[in-house]
Structure formats: structure tokens, C-alpha cells
């Protein structure tokens, strides 16, 4: 059931995206070579192989030399527990105040990188060397591989697969930070067999409509 | 307070993100000139002056010849009333069946937009025209400018603000879909003054921490 439109003006507003908080430091002996956090709500996955993400930040901010120079940054996820900090890193400047020393936040040494710091509080960390920076207007696009992951250990579940249901991320959709709510479903629920519905979505399972069919790449 | 970590293989584990419907169609004549649908996780915003997004497809999808002949691509919301058609969208192939009958869905003009349709069942679209393609790897990665935005008039308020709030958006979380759950603040709270915080966040503004500040750029 489609319902009538109306034409807006042009503006940045898929939702819900990311919100996470960004470390990173100058390369030793320069004069940004101080651990930085920046908030970024611009932040999204562009490759399975490599697994490569995207962070866009203003050229003007002072984390965007600290990437530029160091060609790092680590992408630490952002959980309920850290969004106030998270909100102050988004609007206070790291040329002013020391983030981490302000926010009561730990730099840990990240894997695979030489110059950025992780988050030590953070649920997961992405560690990330700069592939490509693209100059597109307000904002820098940089590019990222993904080259290493940190996990809290309580995050792992018997068989040691990774369970980011527990971690208690937070989206943000058109300037409000929300939680994440009920599971709704699993990627291709629609077209799944009786026996992994069950297994998956006991509740949905009882109540699946008569469409199905199998999985095509 | 920080939690033991353990290193995990380089994975795409950003979380959430979004899940959006992308309608396109190759250009008329063309032999992939009719209006498809598919589902992508591998978006995010990268630029807000101009508006810009990423969308990242294989190159072995249907859409991804597309949206590369057209130079367009519509980026549809997906509520939690759409979510078994976007699942569906995601699994299988526009070459072998009509996404949009298939899911009775409504390919419709979207503003600005020669080739490629909207879904007119989403809460909002985002027309989008191709500024650049990267080759990542399993992934193309489209850049794209937002130049038009669409939205189901349900979702303006009476003074004419879009309230996304209202839409039931859903996020993408590690193979499951999530609904969004609560506000748990707005871009800025951390730092905003009594009287903002008594009329955005009534509940909050009681409990709020004593340290407070101004925002920065």
C-alpha cells in the first residue's frame, strides 16, 4: 500500500547509519602525533573482499590531518554505555582538549596499526590503513581497509563465534542517537526452510507466509 | 571500564547499518531497461555539501549493469512493513524474475530521475545520480549525489518537518535484521544547555551529568 508523497530538498537523509567513534594519531615527531577521537555518523561498509569501509570527515577538523598523515584510523563501535562520550566527541575539537583524558577513555595499542590507537571501553574495534581519499565537497571520503578486529571477549559465545546482539550498539537516525530494538529477522529468513525458521525464528516460523523459495547469489 | 579483547579475523563487522531497497533500470532500448530492486547493507553517506552517498554492488548482479548504463540509482527506505520483500530482494536474482511483481511492490517516477523508478511503498527515497564508480574488489562502489528526496507525506509534522522517527525504520546488524528501539538522545546533548535538554529530553534533563559545555565546529 503506497501512500501519497511529497518532494523534499536534497539532503543527507538515509537512515538509520552508523554511529562510531574514530581514533587516531599523527605519525611520532609531528605536531598531531597526540591520540584524537572523532564521532562519525558518515561511516559505512563498501567491500566484502577486501572488507573495506568508508569514513568521510571535513577537511577543516583536526583528526582529518591526523588520518591524512598517519594513513590510519580504527573504528571503534559505539555501544549505550558510551554515547554520551561519543556525543561530546562529535562536537568538541581535538585541537583543544585531549578527547580520551576528557571523556575517561582508554587508548590501547590497535592491531596492525603503527601510529592509531583503539578504544579500550569500545565493544569492537576495526583497525584500518587508508586505500584511497576522495575530495567530494564538505567532506573528505577516505576510504579504509579493514586489516585487523578487536572483540570484547564477552561478545564470543561457547563455540566462539561472535555475538554483536549482546553488545548494545546504537544507530543514529536523523540527528537522534536509538537503541537497536527486537530481531526482526535474519538475511534470508524470506526464502528459508522450515527447519531453519524453526531453528532461528521459532516465533515467525508458526506464522510464515506460503512464499518461498531458495537462496540465489 | 574496558573488558579483556581478543583479535578476530578481518571481517566487515561495522554494525549497525543501513538496509535500503535500491530501484533502478538500464536505459531505454537498452536490454536492461526494466525496473529492479535490489537490496544493499553496503551503503552509507559520505558527503553533505553536496548530499552524496555510497552504494556498493557486485559486478556480477543484475542492477549493478543497471545502474551503471543508466547512471542512476533510487535509494528506498525500508520499514519494518517492507522488510520480508527487502529480504526477498536480496536473495534473488532481477535476471531470472520481476522483483517488483514478484513482491507486489510499485515501481513509480522518482523525481529527478530519467531511468530509474521508486518504490512508491517506501517512506522515503533518495533519488541518486552516479558522480563516480571505484573498483574495491568483490565490490563496485557507486558514488552518488542525492538529487531529489521523496517522502511519504505521513511523515511531516505540522509545521512541515520530516519526523523519520515516526517511519519504523530497520538496521542491519550482523546478518539480522533490528528494529530501532529508543531515543536515547539527539546530535549535541551532551553539551546542550538546561533549557534545550528540558524541552528535547524532559526525562534525561533531570539525571543529566554535571559536566557540560558549548559545541564546536
Known sequence: MSVPRIQ???ATVMAPVPVV???????????YAKPNLITLAW????CSEPPMVSISVRKSRYSHRQIQES??????LVNEKLLRQTDFCGVKSGRDIDKFAACHLTACPA???LHAPAVAESPLSLSCQVRQVL???SHDCFIGEIVAVEAAADLMDEKNK????????????????????????????????????ARRMP???ARRSPAKGKKSD
Open 8 to 10: 523534499l530538498n536534497p
Open 21 to 31: 567513534l574514530v581514533s587516531c594519531r599523527g605519525p611520532e615527531g609531528s605536531e
Open 43 to 46: 561511516a559505512g561498509i563498501v
Open 71 to 76: 594513513g590510519e584510523f580504527v573504528i571503534n
Open 111 to 113: 592491531a596492525a596499526m
Open 135 to 137: 575530495e567530494l565537497g
Open 162 to 197: 561472535l555475538c554483536l546482539d549482546r553488545a548494545g550498539l546504537v544507530a543514529y537516525c536523523h540527528g537522534d542517537y536509538r537503541s537497536l530494538g527486537s530481531i526482526l529477522g535474519f538475511f534470508g529468513y524470506s526464502v528459508a526452510g522450515d527447519e531453519v525458521l
Open 203 to 205: 516465533k515467525k516460523a
